[in-house]
């Protein structure tokens, strides 16, 4: 079974850096595709990054150049890692996790099954 809990979001000002953090308390981490979605009020919710189960990175291009997503595998953590954030970063954070032992990145909401609680980033210009 797979319980993520994301943490890490706050305050910023455009141009400082936050990281956010996903831990999955169950025992299939490693064979899932993981990845981050943001929801700002009044939009859907869109894809940001993704880290598959053998480690290909995809990101979205808003993000690209500012952003970078990890994984520790030992710690059962996904990492996201926000540098020069944008007040158009608002949003709440979202980590999924996807199928297992894919072939093929997805930044599709409806690919992921399993989402955390989300954790709120507010960057003030």
């Known amino acids: 079974q797979v319980e993520l809990v994301e943490s890490g979001g706050g305050l910023a000002q455009a141009g400082d850096s936050l990281r956010l953090s996903c831990t999955d308390s169950?025992?299939?981490?490693?064979?899932?595709?993981m990845a981050w979605f943001r929801q700002a009020p009044g939009k859907e919710r869109e894809f940001v990054a993704a880290n598959t189960w053998i480690g290909t990175i995809r990101l979205a291009d808003s993000v690209k150049g500012r952003f970078t997503i990890s994984r520790d595998r030992a710690k059962n953590t996904l990492y996201l890692q926000m540098s020069s954030l944008k007040p158009e970063d608002t949003a709440v954070y979202y980590c999924a996790a996807g199928g297992q032992y894919t072939r093929v990145i997805s930044t599709r909401v409806g690919d992921y099954g399993y989402w955390g609680q989300g954790t709120q980033v507010t960057v003030s210009s």
């Open positions: 169950g025992r299939t981490f490693s064979r899932h595709d």
